[in-house]
C-alpha cells in the first residue's frame, strides 16, 4: 500500500527523517508512544521507514531496526518505502537539493529548517506548487506555536497590519533575568549556557540573526510576499546595559527584542512590507511584555480580527516535533486525498528602509556636567526635528548621564541626531538607541503619524 493508493485507509503512511538531533529523536519518540492515538485522532497512521543520520555507529533507535538507519539522505528521500520527507538537517545545502529531489519524486515535504525558509524558501514553493505536492515548515518559526496555519488559514481573509513576536527564546531568557534579577548581560548569558538555552557561540541568537530569520518567514506568511532574511534590519542585544532596563521599568516599559513585520503602504495585492528585529521599549501593559524566560510569543494585528497573540515554546526537541508532526498530518491527508494545500510562490516584496521607520526613541547620553551642555544637545535634536517628549538627569560624578524618549520622529532624523551628538565635544558618549512601542501619548508634538 502506498499512501495515496486509497486501497487501504488503515495503512501508514511511511516517513522518512533526514536528520536526527533533538527534534528527530523526539518526533520518534513521540510516534513511539503516540502512533495510535494519533490515528485514532487523525485517521492518519504515520510510520517512520527511514531515518539519515551523520553517524549510524552512534544511534540506538529502539523500535527502528539498525537496517533503517542511513548515512545517505539521498537514499532515504529516493526510497520507495518512504512517502512523506521530513527534513530536519538545517542549512540550505544539502537540504535544499534533498528537498527538490524529494519533491520531484512526487513525495510531499515537512521542513523545520528557518535557514531554508527564509532564504530560499520562494524557490521551494514554487517547486513544491510544480510537482503538485506539499511544502510545510510550521516548525521552522516559533516552534510549538501554530502560526503559518493560523496566518494562512484561519486568517486567510483578514488584512494583517503587523505582526509583532517575541521568536528568539535564548534573548527573552536573557532580558527576563535581567530585568527581573537586576544582573548583568554578561552573567545573564553565561547562565543561559549553562542552562542549554545559548550555544557556545551565541551570536546567532544574540546579534538577532535566529530572530531576523523567523521575521522573514513571518513577514512572508502574513503579507503573502517573498520576504528573504537579508531583506530584515537587524540589531541584537549585545549593547543593552542594565541601566537600560533601569530605566526602562522607571518610565513603565520592559525590554524586549521584537521581531516586527507591517504594512507600509502599496496596494492590497502587492504591500510594501517593513520588517525589522531590534530590542523595544514594549509598555508593560502590552501582551509581550508579559513573555518570560525562554518563552515565544506572536502579536496579530488584523484590520478586522483586531489583536491576536499566541504564545508557547519556540524551540527544544518535543516542542519543535509537535509542530513537525502536525504538518505531517496534513501532508498525509492531502497525499491520501491526491491533493495539496494551497501554498504558492508570492511575488517579490517590496521592503520599506529603515531610514523611512517613523516610531518613539529612548537614547542615552552621557555628558559633561556643565551649563550650557544640556541646550547645546537639544540644539542638534530640534535641528534635526526630533522632538523630546521626557528628559531625565542622573549624576555621574563630573558628569551626567541625559535620558530621552522622543516624541514619533524618522529614523533618518534620530540617525542624523546620533551622527551629531557624537561630535559634539561635550557629549563623552551616545548609548544604545531603543526603539519604543505604542502610541505616541501626545504626538502633536511630534511628527503627524
Ligand atoms: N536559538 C533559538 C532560540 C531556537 O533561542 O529561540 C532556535 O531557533
Redesign the pocket.
Given at each position: 500500500m502506498t499512501a495515496d493508493g486509497g486501497d487501504d485507509p488503515q495503512a501508514p503512511v511511511r516517513v522518512g527523517v533526514l536528520g536526527c538531533g533533538t527534534v528527530g529523536g523526539a518526533l520518534i519518540s513521540i510516534l513511539d508512544e503516540g502512533a495510535d492515538e494519533v490515528a485514532a485522532r487523525t485517521g492518519i497512521r504515520l510510520e517512520v521507514t527511514r531515518v539519515a543520520v551523520r553517524n549510524v555507529a552512534r544511534y540506538r533507535l529502539p523500535t527502528l531496526g539498525s537496517d533503517r538507519l542511513t548515512h545517505d539522505a539521498h537514499s532515504v528521500v529516493c526510497d520507495p518505502d518512504v512517502d512523506v520527507v521530513v527534513e530536519l538537517i538545517g542549512g540550505i545545502e544539502p537540504a535544499r537539493t534533498l528537498l527538490v529531489e524529494a519533491m520531484r519524486a512526487g513525495k510531499p515535504v515537512v521542513s523545520a529548517n528557518?535557514e531554508l525558509l527564509a532564504n530560499v524558501g520562494n524557490e521551494l514553493l514554487a517547486e513544491a506548487e510544480r510537482a503538485g505536492v506539499d511544502l510545510l515548515y510550521e516548525a521552522a518559526v516559533a516552534?510549538a506555536i501554530p502560526l503559518v496555519r493560523p496566518l494562512t488559514e484561519s486568517l486567510a481573509g483578514e488584512r494583517i497590519l503587523r505582526v509583532m513576536g517575541i521568536?528568539?527564546?535564548?534573548?527573552n531568557f536573557v532580558l527576563t533575568r535581567m530585568s527581573e534579577d537586576g544582573i548583568g548581560y554578561g552573567e545573564a548569558l553565561a547562565e543561559a549556557q549553562r542552562l542549554g538555552?545559548?550555544e557556545r557561540d551565541p551570536s546567532?541568537?544574540v546579534e538577532g540573526y535566529?530572530a531576523a530569520a523567523?521575521a522573514a518567514i513571518i513577514a512572508g506568511i502574513a503579507f503573502n510576499a517573498d520576504v528573504v532574511a537579508g531583506d530584515v534590519y537587524r540589531e541584537g542585544i549585545t549593547g543593552i546595559d542594565p541601566s537600560d532596563i533601569e530605566f526602562a521599568h522607571r518610565l513603565g516599559y520592559e525590554v524586549k527584542l521584537l521581531a516586527v513585520a507591517e504594512r507600509a503602504g502599496g496596494s492590497a495585492a502587492r504591500p510594501v512590507v517593513a520588517v525589522r528585529v531590534h530590542p523595544a521599549m514594549v509598555p508593560r501593559d502590552h501582551p509581550l511584555a508579559g513573555v518570560r524566560g525562554?518563552y515565544?510569543a506572536v502579536f496579530i494585528e488584523g484590520e478586522a480580527s483586531g489583536e491576536l497573540m499566541l504564545y508557547g515554546r519556540?524551540?527544544g526537541g518535543r516542542p519543535t516535533a509537535s509542530a513537525v508532526l502536525g504538518d505531517l498530518v496534513d501532508a498525509a491527508h492531502n497525499l491520501r486525498a491526491g491533493g495539496r494545500g494551497r501554498a504558492a510562490p508570492r511575488a517579490r516584496s517590496e521592503i520599506r528602509p529603515i531610514d523611512e521607520l517613523e516610531t518613539q526613541y529612548y537614547l542615552t547620553i552621557d555628558v559633561e556636567d556643565r551649563p550650557g551642555v544640556l541646550a547645546a544637545v537639544a540644539t542638534v535634536f530640534g535641528g534635526h526635528r526630533v522632538s523630546i517628549r521626557s528628559m531625565e538627569q542622573v549624576g555621574l560624578g563630573g558628569e551626567a548621564r541625559l535620558v530621552f524618549i522622543t516624541h514619533t520622529a524618522l529614523e533618518a532624523d534620530i540617525q542624523a541626531t546620533i551622527s551629531e551628538l557624537a561630535l559634539l565635544e561635550s557629549v563623552e558618549r551616545v548609548g544604545k538607541l531603543i526603539r519604543v512601542i505604542g502610541p505616541d501619548p501626545d504626538a502633536a508634538s511630534g511628527r503627524a503619524t
Amino acid at each position: 500500500m502506498t499512501a495515496d493508493g486509497g486501497d487501504d485507509p488503515q495503512a501508514p503512511v511511511r516517513v522518512g527523517v533526514l536528520g536526527c538531533g533533538t527534534v528527530g529523536g523526539a518526533l520518534i519518540s513521540i510516534l513511539d508512544e503516540g502512533a495510535d492515538e494519533v490515528a485514532a485522532r487523525t485517521g492518519i497512521r504515520l510510520e517512520v521507514t527511514r531515518v539519515a543520520v551523520r553517524n549510524v555507529a552512534r544511534y540506538r533507535l529502539p523500535t527502528l531496526g539498525s537496517d533503517r538507519l542511513t548515512h545517505d539522505a539521498h537514499s532515504v528521500v529516493c526510497d520507495p518505502d518512504v512517502d512523506v520527507v521530513v527534513e530536519l538537517i538545517g542549512g540550505i545545502e544539502p537540504a535544499r537539493t534533498l528537498l527538490v529531489e524529494a519533491m520531484r519524486a512526487g513525495k510531499p515535504v515537512v521542513s523545520a529548517n528557518k535557514e531554508l525558509l527564509a532564504n530560499v524558501g520562494n524557490e521551494l514553493l514554487a517547486e513544491a506548487e510544480r510537482a503538485g505536492v506539499d511544502l510545510l515548515y510550521e516548525a521552522a518559526v516559533a516552534g510549538a506555536i501554530p502560526l503559518v496555519r493560523p496566518l494562512t488559514e484561519s486568517l486567510a481573509g483578514e488584512r494583517i497590519l503587523r505582526v509583532m513576536g517575541i521568536v528568539n527564546g535564548t534573548t527573552n531568557f536573557v532580558l527576563t533575568r535581567m530585568s527581573e534579577d537586576g544582573i548583568g548581560y554578561g552573567e545573564a548569558l553565561a547562565e543561559a549556557q549553562r542552562l542549554g538555552y545559548a550555544e557556545r557561540d551565541p551570536s546567532a541568537d544574540v546579534e538577532g540573526y535566529d530572530a531576523a530569520a523567523k521575521a522573514a518567514i513571518i513577514a512572508g506568511i502574513a503579507f503573502n510576499a517573498d520576504v528573504v532574511a537579508g531583506d530584515v534590519y537587524r540589531e541584537g542585544i549585545t549593547g543593552i546595559d542594565p541601566s537600560d532596563i533601569e530605566f526602562a521599568h522607571r518610565l513603565g516599559y520592559e525590554v524586549k527584542l521584537l521581531a516586527v513585520a507591517e504594512r507600509a503602504g502599496g496596494s492590497a495585492a502587492r504591500p510594501v512590507v517593513a520588517v525589522r528585529v531590534h530590542p523595544a521599549m514594549v509598555p508593560r501593559d502590552h501582551p509581550l511584555a508579559g513573555v518570560r524566560g525562554s518563552y515565544n510569543a506572536v502579536f496579530i494585528e488584523g484590520e478586522a480580527s483586531g489583536e491576536l497573540m499566541l504564545y508557547g515554546r519556540g524551540a527544544g526537541g518535543r516542542p519543535t516535533a509537535s509542530a513537525v508532526l502536525g504538518d505531517l498530518v496534513d501532508a498525509a491527508h492531502n497525499l491520501r486525498a491526491g491533493g495539496r494545500g494551497r501554498a504558492a510562490p508570492r511575488a517579490r516584496s517590496e521592503i520599506r528602509p529603515i531610514d523611512e521607520l517613523e516610531t518613539q526613541y529612548y537614547l542615552t547620553i552621557d555628558v559633561e556636567d556643565r551649563p550650557g551642555v544640556l541646550a547645546a544637545v537639544a540644539t542638534v535634536f530640534g535641528g534635526h526635528r526630533v522632538s523630546i517628549r521626557s528628559m531625565e538627569q542622573v549624576g555621574l560624578g563630573g558628569e551626567a548621564r541625559l535620558v530621552f524618549i522622543t516624541h514619533t520622529a524618522l529614523e533618518a532624523d534620530i540617525q542624523a541626531t546620533i551622527s551629531e551628538l557624537a561630535l559634539l565635544e561635550s557629549v563623552e558618549r551616545v548609548g544604545k538607541l531603543i526603539r519604543v512601542i505604542g502610541p505616541d501619548p501626545d504626538a502633536a508634538s511630534g511628527r503627524a503619524t
